[in-house]
């Protein structure tokens, strides 16, 4: 068996503190001798695996996409019929996992970079294409009038949660479930 090195482990400390960071700070107002302290490790280490801080924040939105995308995948595995995967993934959207405060944070600050990263604003519209396509396939087979209207409003409701969730001091990830799942029968109430 292989043997693990130290920059898999290094990388993926830095990553969590990036994460930690832009919680803590509430922004993109970070440095790379911060998450470098925090991670445990020199700037230059930081520096080395990743280059600048850009890539480092880049390297954490990958990250918190890809946390989100197995919490969906694994929900979306159990659920039986277009109903149950509509519901995993709004459930998966606000599940501990992808719904911690660091998390949040990070998630509403990716949105900002977006706006001046190609790279990150390139994430963003993946994130939104899967997000889209696993809802209008689900709502389509549950007989919505307009499934593409209601995955898009499902979605910034979603995003709206979040940024209103960034703003409290304890995101609560049942209580934004219950708007999403309640927006989501106002939805489907003229569906067959």
Do not use: C
């Not at 509430?26 to 490790?41: F, K, N, P, Q, Y």
């Not at 390297?59 to 919490?71: F, P």
């Not at 396509?133 to 979040?162: F, K």
Request: net charge positive; glycine share 8%; hydrophobic share 50%.
């Amino acid at each position: 068996m292989p043997k693990l090195g130290m920059e898999p482990v290094r990388r993926a400390a830095l990553i969590d503190a990036a994460i930690a960071e832009i919680g803590a700070a509430g922004s993109l107002d970070v440095t790379v001798g911060g998450i470098a302290r925090r991670a445990g490790v020199s700037s230059g280490l930081a520096h080395h695996y990743f280059g600048g801080k850009d890539d480092i924040l880049l390297a954490a939105m990958r990250h918190v996409l890809k946390v989100y995308s197995e919490e969906v995948r694994s929900r979306l595995v159990a659920a039986s019929g277009p109903a149950a995967r509509v519901e995993a993934v709004i459930r998966a959207s606000f599940a501990p996992s992808n719904f911690q405060p660091d998390t949040v944070a990070a998630w509403v600050n990716f949105y900002l970079l977006a706006l001046s990263s190609e790279d990150a604003a390139r994430l963003l519209r993946v994130y939104r294409r899967r997000l889209r396509s696993n809802l209008v396939h689900a709502l389509r087979q549950l007989g919505a009038q307009d499934p593409l209207g209601s995955a898009i409003r499902i979605g910034a409701l979603i995003d709206g949660l979040y940024l209103r969730h960034s703003l409290a001091d304890t995101p609560d990830g049942a209580a934004a479930t219950r708007a999403a799942l309640s927006a989501l029968a106002l939805e489907l109430k003229g569906a067959a």
